[in-house]
Structures are given as structure tokens and as C-alpha cells.
């Protein structure tokens, strides 16, 4: 079935540095893909997406980059702040109402 | 539009109560799920639903019941609450049109206790 990996975390980062948060997929198929971000008591709430191979996604400074050779879609950012502390899932969809999630990668950003 | 509501926001359950969590939406979206989220697994798919009348199991569906009457509404029904059941839950909607790539709307979530 399908499955998505992400980079363990938690990640703890100061002000300002780049992000990366690694994400590999196994799917059948030409699945859709997204990042999706969770604050603190709330529901997840689409970061970005990408639809079809090499395409990217981008939203608030977040980007990447859908790379079927190597069924990964990393996530980066430039340059990071304190408010972009929150716990990041990566996702695939293949199938309409359904979608698999990976496990979730808390990130904390220090002043 | 209010987008995903679910009611209530936390419940606290005796072990073998039965309750149902409320999920609505008012966007017309032909597609609902459900989803728990436990600490460290992601989100876990329960059932989920591609229309009216229509649904299917999930990754975990044990000890969960579904049914969808109408568009708008997707109950998630609890048997005989267990103490695995202690979870937060998240219902969800997507539609599809040509090249739309399925992304889900999340509703605030539930906080599940069973004691």
C-alpha cells in the first residue's frame, strides 16, 4: 500500500536558519502531493502541494519539489522564524477522500 | 462558509459508553474522512465516505460505525469506548474537479478521552 516517510524530528532550529524536513513516498500510481501544517491545538491546514512530477510548490517562503525519480518531496525554507514553529506533515493522495500521512515532524524555532 | 465543523471539542468516556462526534460542511464537498491522530503515528485513516449513502473502511476501522445521509453530514459513532480509543480526531472533506489534486480541509479536531 502506499506510505510516507518523513525525517524523525523533533527539529529545533534558531531564527533565520534553513529548513529542510526530508519526505519519501512509496505509491501506486501518480499520486498528489502535499505539506501540511499543525499549530498548536488546531486542525492541519494545507501548506502546499504539487500535482505531477517536477512540479513545485511554494506558500510563505516553504517550497518543494515533487522528484519522482527519487519519490521524495523534501521541504525548505530560507530562512525560518519563530512563528513557523509547528509540527509538519508530509502527504500523498491518490485516491479522492482519502489521503496517507506520514508521522509528523515537530519543528521549533528559537529566537 | 464555516468550512469543517466537529462537535464537540472534547468529550471524557467511561469505558463501554457509546457516543457519536458531529463532523459538518458547507462546502459542498463530495468527499468526508476521518482521521485519529495519536502521538507519534501521523494521522491514521478510520472511514471514510465519497458520497451521500456511500462509505468505506479505513486503515483502522475497528470499533467505529459511518453513515452518510446527506452531503453536508458525517457522524463517526463509538461502539463501546475503550481506553485505545483515547485519541484526537479529525474529519475532513476534499472535492474533485479536472486537475484538482484531492487536498484535504480539516476541521478543528476532537480531544477523546476514555477513562
Known amino acids: 500500500g502506499d506510505s510516507v516517510t518523513q525525517m524523525e524530528g523533533p527539529v529545533t532550529l534558531s531564527e533565520e536558519a534553513f529548513l529542510t524536513i526530508n519526505c519519501t513516498y512509496t505509491?501506486?500510481?501518480?499520486?498528489?502531493l502535499f505539506w501540511y501544517v499543525q499549530y498548536p491545538g488546531e486542525g492541519l491546514q494545507l501548506l502546499l502541494k504539487?500535482?505531477?512530477?517536477?512540479d513545485k510548490g511554494s506558500n510563505k517562503g516553504f517550497e518543494a519539489t515533487y522528484r519522482k525519480e527519487t519519490t521524495s518531496f523534501h521541504l525548505e525554507k530560507g530562512s525560518v522564524q519563530v512563528s513557523d514553529s509547528a509540527v509538519y506533515f508530509c502527504a500523498l493522495s491518490a485516491n479522492a477522500g482519502k489521503s496517507t500521512f506520514g508521522d509528523g515532524t515537530t519543528l521549533t524555532v528559537k529566537p | 462558509n464555516a468550512g469543517v465543523t466537529q462537535t464537540p471539542k472534547f468529550q471524557v468516556l467511561k469505558t463501554g459508553q457509546s457516543m457519536t462526534l458531529q463532523c459538518a460542511q458547507d462546502?459542498?464537498?463530495?468527499?468526508m474522512s476521518w482521521y485519529r491522530q495519536d502521538p507519534g503515528m501521523g494521522l491514521r485513516l478510520i472511514h471514510y465516505s465519497v458520497g451521500a449513502g456511500i462509505t468505506d473502511q479505513g486503515e483502522v476501522p475497528n470499533g467505529y460505525n459511518v453513515s452518510r445521509s446527506t452531503t453536508e453530514d458525517f457522524p463517526l459513532r463509538l461502539l463501546s469506548a475503550a481506553p485505545s480509543q483515547t485519541s484526537v480526531y479529525f474529519c475532513a472533506s476534499s472535492y474533485t474537479t479536472a486537475g484538482n489534486p484531492y487536498e484535504q480541509y480539516f476541521g478543528p479536531g476532537t480531544r477523546l478521552t476514555v477513562t
Open positions: 504539487a500535482t505531477k512530477a517536477d
Open positions: 505509491a501506486t500510481g501518480y499520486p498528489s
Open positions: 462546502m459542498n464537498h463530495e468527499y
